[in-house]
């Protein structure tokens, strides 16, 4: 099946157009915090040339504590998430738990995000579909890459034609996620616009003691496999300090590993004959 381009944010994406870049923290820690890190993220994707989504949840809803920091929350995130894309000048890319929260959000984000354990929820993906917002479809570390188009349908048929699906791992045993490239070619193989998110493929779930542990190490490695497997957008979590972050800190990128992590990617996707 030929895959047809969709257009996020503004920009049309799919095989042989520029790879789309989704990138930020992973949780808004406060208002300078998110601005600063769009204008570097802004400045550094500008530079390469590809077209990019400030990415940052104003809730983490599923967190393995319950005294895990969650976020601001969906009045106050959203007002920080409107000021960045009036600053920065940026599109918006957030994730909502509840179909009680898609019409505030599509009032501020340019593409909504189905959260990986929502993908399923078919009230959920229809309510994102119908704001009429690019859809994130996050692929369930539950769902086989063949399974997640009858997901993809749903928002199809809700009318939304926009829908990028991103591979995040796939649960293996305990406390462990593995990447299937092969699911790439089989979801493109379903028509499908895909995405790979490199950071949250390395996490190491509920491994660190009441936390979320991950393996930074393996993100540039997993990146680059990706992009020789075709994908058309790049997710990755970025934190000016990782360590210090408040939420997947082990798996987010420094701006310095982010940039030379989509350096690699856009120079293989070069060698492969694709746009950068």
Do not use: W
Not at 136 to 165: C, E, R, T, Y
Not at 260 to 272: E, F, G, P, S, W
């Amino acid at each position: 099946m030929t895959t047809p381009a969709i257009t996020l944010a503004g920009h049309r994406v799919g095989p042989g157009l520029p790879l789309f870049v989704i990138a930020g923290p992973d949780v808004i820690e406060g208002a300078d915090h998110a601005v600063r890190h769009a204008q570097t993220l802004k400045a550094i994707t500008q530079r390469l040339g590809v077209p990019f989504a400030f990415k940052c949840s104003y809730d983490k809803a599923n967190r393995t504590s319950i005294t895990s920091f969650r976020g601001p929350g969906l009045v106050k995130g959203l007002e920080v998430l409107a000021r960045v894309k009036r600053e920065v000048g940026v599109p918006i890319l957030t994730d909502v738990h509840d179909v009680s929260q898609v019409a505030a959000v599509a009032e501020v984000a340019d593409v909504i995000q189905v959260p990986a354990f929502l993908c399923r929820q078919t009230d959920l993906v229809v309510a994102v579909a119908k704001s009429g917002r690019g859809v994130n479809l996050k692929k369930g570390q539950f769902v086989a890459p063949k399974d997640i188009a009858h997901q993809a349908k749903k928002a199809f048929d809700s009318g939304n034609p926009n829908v990028l699906v991103t591979e995040r791992g796939a649960t293996f045993g305990y406390n462990n996620l593995v990447v299937d490239m092969r699911g790439f070619g089989v979801m493109r193989e379903a028509g499908l616009v895909t995405c790979f998110d490199a950071t949250h493929s390395v996490q190491l779930p509920s491994a660190g003691n009441g936390e979320t542990a991950g393996e930074r190490k393996f993100v540039g490695l997993l990146a680059r496999s990706a992009a020789a497997a075709g994908i058309d957008a790049l997710f990755t979590e970025v934190h000016e300090n990782p360590d210090a972050a408040p939420c997947d800190g082990p798996c987010s990128l420094t701006f310095e590993l982010f940039e030379k992590t989509l350096v690699d990617v856009l120079a293989i996707r070069r060698a492969l004959g694709h746009q950068p």
